[in-house]
């Protein structure tokens, strides 16, 4: 069954970029109608929704992460990868990436365990 | 951004009590949203899509309703499982996508 598995450095440093990758198993990330999302939760917050990307490459950005935040497809290694540059402790939280259910207009259905990265000095 | 706003944020509740959640959109996204369940260190998982349909595997004690601006997710009768924080999440637009801050369920 398909499984997802975030993995990145847990400790960024401000003004840095923040670099995590997502491996899709069990199944191909080109699959058909198959979009791909990073979400992110500060400790002790809620949940927010970054951006997600299709096989083709389309990607779509929170519009106020945009200026910051590339996330990119590698069909050949079936993964997705997010970046996010100039952090600061804002950005502290637990990424998660995820897959939506069937289309980009749909929940999101199929999560990894979530990384931890630390945005500190 | 379409505000999604849940109530209670905290609900304290017993083994067998029916429990209900609500969400409010600041706009109508019709039956676009979806309810997640998460506990301590786990990612969520989606419970509910379309307002009121169940993903596959999701106990029947658990159901959705509403549409337009007001939505709500009830649990016919609280399990130890069930003990979880909820969010609502709107899909009606991906410009961005946004979750309700969440309804923790804790025991009475």
């Known amino acids: 069954q398909l499984q997802l598995q975030e993995s990145g450095p847990g400790l960024v440093k401000p003004s840095e970029t923040l670099s995590l990758t997502c491996a899709v198993s069990?199944?191909?990330?080109?699959?058909?109608?198959?979009?791909w999302g990073w979400i992110r939760q500060p400790p002790g917050k809620g949940l927010e929704w970054i951006g997600s990307i299709y096989y083709t490459g389309n990607t779509y950005y929170k519009p106020s992460l945009t200026s910051r935040v590339t996330i990119s497809v590698d069909t050949s290694r079936n993964n997705f990868s997010l970046k996010l540059s100039s952090v600061t402790a804002a950005d502290t939280a637990v990424y998660y990436c995820?897959?939506?259910?069937?289309?980009?207009?749909?929940?999101?259905?199929?999560w990894g365990q979530g990384t931890m990265v630390t945005v500190s000095s | 951004d379409i505000q999604m706003t849940q109530s209670p944020s905290t609900l304290s509740a017993s083994v067998g009590d029916r429990v209900t959640i609500s969400c409010r959109a600041s706009?109508?996204?019709?039956?676009?949203l979806a309810w997640y369940q998460q506990k301590p260190g786990k990612a969520p998982k989606l419970l509910i899509y379309?307002?009121?349909t169940l993903e596959g595997g999701v106990p029947s004690r658990f159901s959705g309703g509403g549409s337009g601006t007001e939505f709500t997710l009830t649990i016919s009768s609280l399990q130890p499982d069930d003990f979880a924080t909820y969010y609502c999440q709107q899909y009606n637009s991906y410009s961005p996508f946004t979750f309700g801050g969440g309804t923790k369920v804790e025991i009475k």
């Open positions: 706009q109508s996204i019709a039956i676009w």
């Open positions: 069990g199944g191909s990330i080109t699959s058909s109608s198959s979009y």
């Open positions: 995820a897959r939506h259910r069937r289309g980009l207009s749909d929940p999101l259905h199929l």
């Open positions: 379309e307002a009121s």
